[in-house]
């Protein structure tokens, strides 16, 4: 009788240790997921904060922002004369774009073709014309610059040019020649004499 209650106590022990295995891994799940959440939102907020800290850059890149926009808007719809918001203008920018691209769609392919060649052309010249308007201001650049130098004072070195010091000559090693000739008269002796 013991042996049964024993068995079934080491049983019931045996589940439970399992149920509790599965409790800890499932909490540091729960736990790593937890830190990943937490160091997203750390990263996050950092970011926020470096923009408020950056509150008048923030608003001078707003302010060209918008004037960007109001130039796109005057190239494409015309004044704005309404003075409307610069999301509004964005709205109205992509609808009129909208509105092209569905006429494009309804023209014969042919002229599409042609007219974008002929922008495209356009356009070419045009990044030409600025390359060569930019080589000539280097160009100009580079002659004032030379002029200047023309111009100016020539620098007149006084006093004799430094020169760096040379390397003394090694000196000569004697003893390898007495010993050489030592050799030398050892040998002739041992072939002499022997």
Known sequence: MKQGTIESTKARMNRETEVLKAQISSLEKQITTEEDKSRELEHKSKMFS???????????????????????????????EANISTLQM????????????????????????????AKEKERRLKLREEK????????????????????ADPKVQT?????????????QKKKTDVVDKSNAEDEELAYYFS
Do not use: W
């Open 132 to 151: 060569k308007q930019q080589q000539k201001l280097h160009q100009e650049e580079r002659v004032r610059k030379a002029l200047e130098r023309a111009k």
């Open 90 to 117: 964005l709205t109205n920018i992509e609808n009129r774009l909208e509105e092209l691209f569905e006429h494009i769609e309804m023209m014969p392919q042919e002229k599409v073709e042609l007219a974008e060649k």
């Open 159 to 171: 006093g004799k040019r430094l020169v760096f010091r040379s390397k003394p000559p090694e000196e």
């Open 50 to 80: 470096y923009g408020h800290y950056e509150g008048d850059n923030q608003e001078k890149m707003l302010e060209m922002l918008n004037e960007k926009v109001e130039e796109v808007y005057r190239s494409c719809i015309g004044d704005n």
